[in-house]
């Protein structure tokens, strides 16, 4: 039996690929991984998947989008003429190119299987937090559709590791920013996520807003990222809110608002008379 981690580079994936080695053996682990562009996933990312992959002696095995070197989430979505942000059945276009596809070519040439005759020889690993129970009951009903099983080590009762730091190796510095390992200016994040991009990566923010304009469609519902920096953004920098997602939204944005208001209450009269 082969044991398949989903290995982004995100803290919860390196914690499941040690569980798996130091449950099933590093010879029965795949560490299976969708390189991106390095425009949009950070250099330490990178990092964290090479350090893992050689404190367990276990090689990476790439199942890459061709092409992935040069095109980040706003080239594909150029390419397809269709930016999937909200609302649309079958999710974001960038996460179906770059990572769906070629998972799915890569399990079919290796473990084929159906749902009638489903695979006996391998079962896929994901990193998904305990409570993130309806993402592990759709992600496990979709693998069953075409003939895999799943398992969810986070949930594992005799769990030997919690923080990758245990073993020496530091998480991803893009954590002191973003709450996730995903892409910068990832097509399916909210206003929040967006902000510290605007903040922190302004040629990735001014690169969404071409493609929302040539699109015709926004990427945060209702609200065009150039429209969400004048009327949200810029004020939000001069007020000095700190780009992070550390919050929930519901904690960052009432944050937002009480700073606003105190910027504004200190601002001199505007009165010439
Ligand atoms: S992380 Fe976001 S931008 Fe990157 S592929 Fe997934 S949905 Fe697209």
Redesign the pocket.
């Known amino acids: 039996m082969k044991y398949i981690v989903c290995y982004s580079g995100g803290h919860s994936s390196a914690i499941v690929a040690v569980e798996a080695v130091r449950r099933y053996g590093r010879e029965n682990v795949i560490l299976l991984n969708h390189d991106i562009c390095s425009r949009v996933e950070d250099v330490d990312i990178k990092r964290v998947k090479r350090e893992v992959a050689d404190f367990l002696k276990v090689p990476i095995t790439p199942a890459n989008m061709p092409g992935w070197e040069e095109k980040d989430?706003f080239d594909i979505a150029f390419e397809a003429r269709y930016l999937s942000g909200w609302g649309v059945p079958g999710g974001?276009i960038?996460?179906t190119r770059?990572?769906t596809e070629p998972f799915r070519r890569w399990l079919a040439e290796n473990f084929p299987a159906s749902k009638d005759n489903p695979c006996r020889e391998a079962v896929v690993l994901y990193g998904f937090d305990p409570k993130e129970v309806n993402r592990m009951r759709r992600r496990a009903a979709i693998m069953r559709e075409q003939g895999y099983f799943v398992d969810f080590p986070l949930l594992w009762e005799n769990r030997t590791i919690h923080e990758i730091e245990e073993i020496g190796i530091k998480r991803p510095s893009t954590y002191a920013l973003y709450n996730h390992a995903?892409?910068k200016g990832?097509?399916?994040a909210g206003a929040m996520h967006w902000y510290v991009v605007y903040c922190m990566e302004p040629e990735i923010f001014e690169k969404a807003k071409a493609t929302e304009r040539i699109l015709g469609r926004t990427i945060i519902k209702g609200k065009p990222l150039g429209l969400l920096e004048v009327e949200k953004y810029e004020p939000m920098k001069r007020a000095g809110v700190t780009p992070a997602e550390m919050d929930s939204p519901q904690t960052f944005w009432a944050r937002v608002r009480s700073q606003l208001a105190e910027y504004e209450a200190a601002m001199p009269c505007e009165c010439t008379e």
């Open positions: 989430q974001a960038c996460t770059l990572k995903n892409c990832c097509l399916k």
